[in-house]
């Protein structure tokens, strides 16, 4: 069964400090893995997606295949980095790219002064 | 960029009665598009992929004549809860993959409650 798991429903560190939102997935073929983040009162936005391998607001993210893993990582953490974070595994659907996302519990990130 | 637009944001009906949400990609045309329910404090639940022109896909144990999808052109999908009952209170959230960055984009979501 395809499965995203974030284990860390509350994550709490000071301003400064590294930072790493941990994501395992369990699908079947090779799915595109997104980070989506909410802040506070706002919309979805989607924060990076693993084929374009970019850094957005100072986060990365690495596949490792081999660990099904695709966590989040920031070295300097943000006041304004607060927010809920999901993991997002896409079902590529037959070489489209409009498969169903589906979602992690989310991670609640609070970054204090 | 690619943005979303879901109307209404929030909504009170009475038992019974049926609710229309409307999902539309403003400056882009979206062939599918993705209806999701949260609970509070709790993740998004796959209900349905909206395809243009043709039936809605269906997650598992989503009632598909509780919520019915139409997706009638390339930038509006609607979903209509009908004879919504107090269990069927939730947040409602639709996207739809594409615009510039392909990536999936969110409407601001529904809140529907039923009394």
């Known amino acids: 069964a395809q499965r995203v798991t974030q284990p860390e429903k509350l994550l709490s560190v000071f301003k400064g400090a590294p930072v790493e939102l941990k994501c395992n997935y369990s699908y079947s073929g090779s799915p595109e893995l997104f980070w989506y983040v909410q802040y506070s009162r706002q919309r979805l936005q989607l924060l990076l997606r693993h084929i374009s391998r970019e850094s957005i607001k100072g986060f990365t993210a690495d596949l490792n295949k081999g660990e099904t893993s695709f966590h989040l990582k920031k070295p300097f953490a943000q006041e304004e980095d607060s927010a809920m974070y999901y993991c997002a595994p896409s079902a590529n659907a037959g070489g489209t790219s409009y498969g169903k996302l589906t979602f992690g519990q989310g991670t609640i990130l609070t970054v204090h002064p | 960029g690619a943005v979303v637009s879901q109307h209404p944001s929030w909504v009170i009906c009475k038992s019974g009665t049926s609710v229309k949400i409307e999902c539309r990609s403003l400056?882009?045309?979206?062939?599918?598009m993705f209806w999701y329910r949260q609970f509070p404090k709790q993740s998004l639940m796959l209900m349905a992929t909206?395809?243009?022109?043709?039936?809605?896909?269906?997650e598992q144990g989503v009632e598909k004549d509780k919520f019915l999808i139409n997706h009638a052109s390339l930038t509006l999908s609607t979903l209509t809860v009908t004879s919504a009952h107090p269990e069927d209170s939730s947040f409602y959230i639709c996207?739809?993959?594409?615009?510039?960055?392909?990536?999936?984009?969110f409407g601001s979501g529904t809140r529907l409650t039923v009394v």
């Open positions: 996207s739809a993959r594409g615009g510039q960055s392909d990536g999936y984009t």
């Open positions: 400056d882009f045309q979206a062939t599918t």
């Open positions: 909206s395809n243009e022109g043709s039936k809605a896909t269906y």
